[in-house]
């Protein structure tokens, strides 16, 4: 047993070896830079966490543009018109 893992508190949930490594292959298919490799080519699970991390925070840094770019749009359109009423369900 790992000394990490010795630290854990005993209410905390254990996950399994196996569930990890299933995690991580998930996480493999569904990233962009890493699941267009080729099969042969092997990514680290820290690699793949590392990667992981960055793409989510690309996400949200995306997000945080188009909420953005939203309410700017929906400052240049008539608070009453169908449009406004879009743009803010998309802000919602």
């Not at 996400?59 to 749009?73: F, H, I, K, P």
Request: proline share 3%; glycine share 2%.
């Amino acid at each position: 047993m790992s000394n990490r893992r010795s630290r854990q508190s005993s209410s905390a949930p254990r996950i399994s070896d196996d569930q990890i490594i299933d995690l991580v292959t998930k996480l493999r298919e569904i990233l962009p830079e890493i699941g267009q490799r080729r099969r042969s080519d092997k990514v680290s699970a820290s690699k793949v966490l590392q990667e992981t991390c960055n793409y989510i925070r690309n996400l949200n840094r995306e997000v945080d543009n188009l909420s953005e770019r939203l309410a700017q749009l929906l400052e240049s359109v008539d608070e009453d018109s169908p449009q406004a009423a879009v743009i803010r369900s998309l802000l919602m």
